[in-house]
């Protein structure tokens, strides 16, 4: 049987997706976003966060056939309040070979993947073609800043959107703004003209910066260290999305969400 | 809402009002002594001098007129006197009638006169019964003392020109109204009144069901339009505001003043009105704590009017409370009463279900301590070395132990009676028979209290010691004894890896069940109350999810210290049903799940479901149709009520840093909302922890095989128990006693 590893489990996530949805995060990630504000999803493996409250372990390994039998047990429910299962993370693709795992068990439900992009692209179509709706992030298009902002190329993300965009799974683009950062005029016009005339794009949903980003890292024994001024408003300027006939909207990025 | 109504509600938060209430007792001892009045007499006679004492206040632009201005309520008899009146007997709480409700329909209807008629006609039939022509005397001096009252307030409102004031109370309570406005005015007199006569926690019953007849008339004449009701509505609510202060309960706020939307009628029809989703617009519109709204709902609620309902909820008031019809209904039905009465229940104070006008029930007469009966029986058993079976019927006999001692106690229950309550009950002036003597239904109600840590308890010892056998008997013995001092990684582990009520487990949840089962039995088996009613089981707590923990001068029920769920001594339990606090859940769908498991027939005195939102969960008009959605899967589990509460962490701790920058901040404590800068700092500190709980760190409960970090070996030291300071709650303003 495999098992993944994973970090929380949500029920009731009503951002994160249409209807009523229950989200899992996979543990593990190969992106090192500056803002991220779930650092405990970066490794795989689990880890002690400290704090007023006593230590706890985040991190467990769970069995496929576990997992599923939990999803199942809420699936009429999820069903009849039109929403369905969420694998977020960390990022999901890492364990693509689990999520399929789960997928293939589940009873009938609506299955939304909440993904970085950044994965082998025969990994990702292998996951996306179980998925019903895809949350897909596009952080930075200058690959030299995607570089220093994240550690990692963003030319598989890339690759992956039209990938993405050929499979006829429905998604949505989601863009975290980070002040001065991503939300600059030249990336937000850069992200709409890599979207223009692709296929299967809902919308855009712009994600603004949270400020209590850094809340987990010092209880992991990290330090959160901003190069942006957190004070600072976002430039949400949609502009740039509707002038692409693209239809998109704004909102606050919460501690439970992915990436 | 509009500048009058705003500068109204600003003005009353302000206590502007209070400029004209007085501080002096009315004696009405010496009179009542020297006309050698009984007690019912004395009853009355309160109701008329405190009638007869009030100023009249109109203030400008005021359109639902009365301000209580007499602020005390007197005794009645001297206390070597009322000790000797209640000698050998049992009083309940402050002694009054309290948390009962009545039944507005039918006096609206009637009208006082009417009511005075009917208490009349009885006198004459009931002539030779010297008891029954008392007692209607003195209801209808209590009648005619109200009529008075309301006659000075219409020549007042003449005088300074308000001749639409005085029109209304020309005509209300005397007679039936022909308005709206009369029907709101008529309500606000009397539900005062009864506030005046020493009565508590007075409901306010199906209120869109008994007047709506009022509103549709105006709105089809043309007399009044929708905003223009909506206006009165928002008025008459936030009167409920204006002497609440006055109100005796065990915390400010604790005041009963509960208000019931929708459900079916009594023929079984839907009863859902326009005014259903008016009141909910105006409580919106008003977010003030009173009244405190309730909502009964059905698997087919229409998702529209439980989205209204959920803005409400975001708003943070704490309410509405929800009550499942397709539960509650059969529930009440099984426990005798008939189907038409059933479909029309209401909420006494908080949420114990109560019949209005026909309900003479004390559907709080304690509570059940089921941590305290599981502790006594883990700790009998394991010294035995029994196994778990044994330990459960030492659980069964200890429910049934702690049920008899209640009930027992209340079999010498003395009611004081209440002439002037007895007007707005069916039977009363029919029958000549005062309200304390009994209605058609006088059960009395028991909670059960602080259920998931007992269920919570039986499992992690089921799991770990007989199980798992990972635990040794002593081990657990010595850690339960000394305060887990020493036994600091035992502690966590059961904190930590026991199963927990709230994660649709079902191997703590079929306990919970159980422990539910085992009281409803022992109710059961009890029989008659004393009363000629039966004892009704409920899943609340009320106050003692802090009281059983910490204690409480004078209080029956047992006080645990630590239990075996890794709880800590002094550290309160959960409200109601909701998961113990500091047990980390992974949200509401696994929380309804495992409550849905209860037999709700069973135990149908009420007692929801607890669940706390974050304000964030509140995005945009998508998500609060999910948390309607959210409602209606409640409804369609089978559970029976929920309460859901929704509030902002920082936002209360910057409360209780800077109050006075949080004046309006509402939370909900147990069944009532109130201010939460006027409540005592453990209540706040437990809604904050409550809340820190619900929306805090990310948790993984999945079923998952992994090998225990206990070690039983390295924890064998034991210290001695270290009893802690227990701290004492501000018990209800006695000023009442002696009534």
């Not at chain 2, 208000?259 to 519109?285: E, S």
């Amino acid at each position: 049987m495999i098992t993944g590893s994973i970090f929380d489990i949500k029920e009731f996530a009503v951002h994160d997706g249409p209807g009523i949805r229950t989200t899992v995060f996979l543990k593990g990630c190969p992106l090192r976003c500056a803002w991220c504000h779930n650092p405990e999803g970066w490794s795989s493996e689990p880890q002690v966060i400290s704090s007023s409250a006593g230590d706890r372990t985040v991190g467990q390994a769970v069995r496929a056939d576990d997992l599923a039998e939990l999803l199942n047990g809420q699936a009429p429910i999820l069903k009849a309040n039109e929403g369905g299962v969420t694998f977020s993370g960390g990022e999901p693709l890492m364990q693509g070979r689990f999520v399929v795992e789960v997928i293939n068990r589940l009873e009938g439900v609506h299955v939304l993947l909440d993904t970085s992009g950044y994965a082998d692209g025969r990994e990702f179509c292998l996951v996306v073609e179980h998925c019903d709706l895809v949350h897909f992030d596009l952080k930075v298009m200058d690959p030299v800043l995607h570089q220093r902002l994240t550690g990692q190329d963003n030319a598989p993300i890339l690759g992956n959107l039209h990938r993405l965009a050929d499979l006829g799974v429905p998604y949505v683009i989601r863009v975290p703004l980070v002040p001065g950062i991503t939300d600059t005029d030249a990336n937000l016009a850069a992200i709409a003209e890599a979207l223009q005339d692709l296929p299967g794009l809902i919308r855009v949903d712009l994600l603004t910066y949270n400020r209590a980003a850094g809340g987990k890292y010092r209880g992991m024994g990290m330090t959160f260290k901003p190069t942006w001024d957190e004070t600072e408003t976002v430039n949400a300027n949609t502009a740039h999305f509707t002038d692409a006939g693209l239809k998109v909207s704004v909102h606050g990025l919460r501690m439970t969400e992915g990436h | 809402m509009n500048s009058h109504l705003d500068k109204l509600r600003q003005s009353i938060r302000n206590g502007d009002h209070k400029r004209w209430r007085r501080g002096a007792e009315l004696d009405i001892l010496s009179e009542c002594e020297r006309e050698g009045l009984s007690w019912v007499q004395r009853s009355a006679r309160l109701t008329r001098r405190m009638c007869e004492a009030e100023q009249v206040v109109i203030e400008p632009g005021e359109r639902i007129v009365f301000t209580r201005t007499v602020q005390d309520v007197p005794g009645l008899y001297r206390p070597a006197d009322w000790k000797r009146l209640t000698q050998g007997h049992k009083l309940h709480e402050l002694g009054p009638i309290s948390n009962i409700c009545a039944d507005w329909g039918m006096v609206l209807e009637q009208g006082l006169l009417g009511r005075r008629a009917i208490a009349e006609t009885t006198r004459e039939t009931r002539a030779s019964d010297c008891e029954a022509v008392e007692f209607l005397d003195c209801a209808v001096d209590t009648i005619d003392a109200v009529l008075a009252l309301a006659d000075r307030y219409a020549r007042a409102a003449r005088e300074i020109g308000r001749s639409d004031v005085a029109a209304v109370l020309e005509r209300v309570p005397a007679h039936r109204p022909r308005s709206f406005h009369e029907a709101l005015q008529f309500l606000r007199l009397c539900h005062a009144v009864l506030w005046m006569s020493g009565h508590y926690h007075c409901g306010l019953g199906r209120f869109d069901q008994y007047m709506w007849p009022y509103l549709e008339a105006d709105l089809k004449s043309g007399r009044l339009d929708e905003p223009g009701a909506e206006a009165l509505l928002a008025e008459f609510f936030i009167s409920l505001n204006k002497d609440s202060d006055l109100y005796p309960g065990v915390q400010q706020g604790d005041n009963g003043q509960s208000l019931m939307l929708g459900g079916i009628r009594r023929d079984g029809t839907c009863g859902v009105n326009p005014l259903t989703y008016m009141a909910l617009r105006v409580a919106l519109d008003v977010s003030m704590i009173d009244p405190k709204i309730n909502l009964r709902v059905t698997p087919e609620t229409d998702v529209e009017l439980l989205a209204l309902a959920a803005k409400l909820t975001q708003r943070g008031l704490g309410f509405p409370q929800y009550s499942n019809d397709a539960v509650v209904i059969p529930g009440l039905v099984k426990a005798g009463y008939d189907l038409e009465d059933a479909r029309d229940y209401t909420v006494a104070a908080c949420w114990e279900y109560i019949i209005p006008g026909k309900g003479m029930e004390v559907v709080n007469i304690g509570a059940v301590s089921l941590p305290a009966a599981v502790h006594k029986g883990i700790v009998e058993g394991l010294a035995k070395g029994e196994q778990f079976d044994r330990i459960l019927e030492h659980v069964a006999d200890d429910i049934a132990a702690q049920v008899k001692t209640l009930a027992d106690a209340y079999r010498q229950l003395l009611l004081p009676p209440a002439p002037y309550y007895s007007v707005f009950m069916e039977g009363p002036l029919e029958t000549g028979r005062d309200l304390s003597l009994g209605l058609g239904y006088n059960n009395h109600g028991i909670h059960g209290a602080a259920s998931s840590s007992a269920a919570d308890a039986l499992a992690a010892v089921q799991k770990m010691v007989f199980e798992q056998k990972q635990v040794p008997r002593t081990d657990l013995l010595d850690a339960l004894d000394s305060n887990y001092q020493g036994f600091e990684s035992l502690q966590r582990e059961l904190r930590g890896h026991a199963p927990k009520v709230g994660n649709n487990d079902d191997s703590v949840d079929t306990l919970l069940r159980w422990l539910f089962d085992q009281l409803a039995d022992s109710c059961q088996s009890y029989g008659d109350n004393g009363r000629g009613g039966r004892l009704r089981p409920g899943s609340g707590s009320a106050m003692y999810y802090v009281w059983l923990a910490q204690g409480h001068q004078g209080m029956p029920e047992p006080v645990v210290g630590a239990t075996a769920d890794g709880r800590l001594q002094g550290e309160f339990f959960g409200a109601n049903l909701a998961p113990s606090p500091r047990t980390k859940v992974r949200g509401p769908i696994s929380v309804l799940q495992s409550y849905s498991k209860l037999d709700y027939t069973r135990i149908c005195n009420g007692g929801p479901i607890t669940i706390e939102l974050a304000d964030s969960v509140f995005r945009d008009a998508e998500a609060i149709r999910r948390v309607a959605m959210l409602i209606r899967t409640f409804a369609q589990l089978g559970c029976q009520q929920l309460q859901l509460n929704t509030l902002n962490v920082d936002t209360l701790q910057d409360a209780k840093r800077h109050p006075e920058r949080h004046k309006n901040l509402i939370v909900r404590v147990w069944g009532w909302s109130g201010y939460f800068c006027e409540l005592a700092p453990e209540y706040q500190d437990q809604i904050v922890e409550r809340h820190m709980y619900a929306l805090g760190e990310p948790t993984v409960a999945v079923q998952v095989k992994e090998i225990s970090r206990y070690d039983s070996k390295k924890h064998r030291s034991c210290t001695d128990h270290q009893p802690s300071d227990l701290d004492h709650i501000r018990q209800p303003d006695g000023r009442h006693q002696g009534q």
